[in-house]
């Protein structure tokens, strides 16, 4: 692996450039499972509970946008070279789970 100048990162600074890019990533991605856990779970009561499916509608919109920003953190070439392809799934398959929720909310 190298640094942005072409010098190559001795395998044990390779760990904590992970930990640096990884944690705050994995943050977003516990957040984002969190809203989509209250969207799925937590909906309105019945049809009469406005405020519930404005609630989940909120809860899915913020999800969908930490799923987009898990995305675009991962697509940055030093993120995406430290951290490997995988770090893409969470970000997507919490968004999918998002707009189905908000597609059969209804």
């Known amino acids: 692996m190298t ?10 600074d390779r760990r904590w450039v992970r ?6 990533l994995a943050l977003v ?9 209250a969207a799925v779970f937590r909906g309105p ?3 009469w509970d406005h405020q519930g499916y404005e609630g989940t509608a909120a809860a899915v919109f913020i999800a969908l946008c ?8 991962t697509l940055v ?3 995406r070279r430290a951290l490997g ?14 707009w189905v929720r ?5």
């Open 85 to 98: 392809p995988w770090w893409f799934a969470p970000p997507l398959v919490l968004g999918v789970i998002a």
């Open 66 to 73: 930490l799923s987009l920003l898990g995305v675009l953190i």
């Open 19 to 24: 930990w640096a890019f990884g944690l705050p």
């Open 3 to 12: 640094d942005g100048r072409g010098a190559t990162i001795p395998p044990g």
């Open 77 to 79: 070439p030093p993120v």
């Open 102 to 106: 908000i597609e059969t909310l209804g």
């Open 29 to 37: 991605h516990a957040l984002n499972a969190v809203f989509v856990y």
């Open 45 to 47: 009561q019945a049809a």
